[in-house]
């Protein structure tokens, strides 16, 4: 069973510059959250998809990002434009629906604002 | 939801058991309790859940007590590939699932 893919595993840009970030969760999976993990600081949630469906997007830290999961399959997270602070580790998760707690994580994308 | 806390880190050494404990005041009724293992670079990993006594798998146990309010992962016998950070979290409440991460337990096993 493939695992949760993150795609890039690395980013480096500049201030003001648009990036996207893909998480491929595992299939069947219908939760999917992001979290990230700036230098020095705790990991902290973003948001929790129910298949297309935002369900909790209350840890977003601004209007320049922007997660989507169109059809319910993989989701992306853009930041526009980037800024220096948004440098960090951005992990992708996912898990089954029921009583099962367990999530999966994917390695995670470093992102680097120049 | 229910937050966590944890000691900030830990040294043992090759062979020793190791028992972290985390401390979760504000659990709810339907929350599980689930550790997980970061090495460097890679994402966190899934050890072991429980919901209330004993659970043991093929790498830890995890202990918790009747009031559900602390729990404790067990290693046994650490090597140097144990050496990781190690998080406990608790499963949010309400059906929204939102894990909250603390600062985990930076375990570094000594030769």
């Known amino acids: 069973e493939a695992g949760v893919t993150q795609f890039p595993s690395h980013s480096v840009i500049e201030k003001g510059q648009t990036v996207t970030l893909r998480c491929d969760p595992i299939s069947g999976h219908d939760n999917l959250y992001w979290y990230r993990r700036v230098m020095g600081k705790e990991i902290k949630f973003l948001l929790h998809?129910?298949?297309?469906?935002?369900?909790?997007e209350s840890g977003m830290p601004n209007n320049r990002f922007l997660a989507e999961r169109t059809g319910g399959t993989y989701s992306t997270l853009k930041v526009q434009p980037a800024e220096l602070e948004d440098s960090g580790v951005y992990f992708c998760?996912?898990?089954?629906?029921?009583?099962?707690?367990?999530?999966?994580f994917g390695s995670g994308t470093q992102l680097s604002v120049l | 939801l229910a937050k966590t806390t944890q000691p900030i880190s830990m040294d043992s050494y090759e062979g020793q058991e190791v028992n972290i404990t985390c401390s979760h005041n504000n659990i709810a009724t339907n929350d599980y309790i689930t550790w997980y293992q970061q090495f460097p670079s890679q994402g966190p990993r899934f050890i072991i859940q429980g919901y209330k006594t004993k659970v043991t798998n093929e790498v830890a146990s995890l202990f918790i007590p009747a009031d559900r309010k602390s729990s404790t992962l067990s290693l046994p016998r650490v090597s140097l590939s144990d050496t990781a950070v190690y998080y406990c979290l608790v499963g949010a409440t309400s059906g929204t699932y939102k894990y909250i991460f603390g600062t985990g337990t930076r375990l570094k096993v000594l030769a």
């Open positions: 998760a996912s898990r089954d629906s029921g009583l099962d707690e367990k999530l999966f």
């Open positions: 998809f129910v298949k297309e469906s935002k369900q909790d």
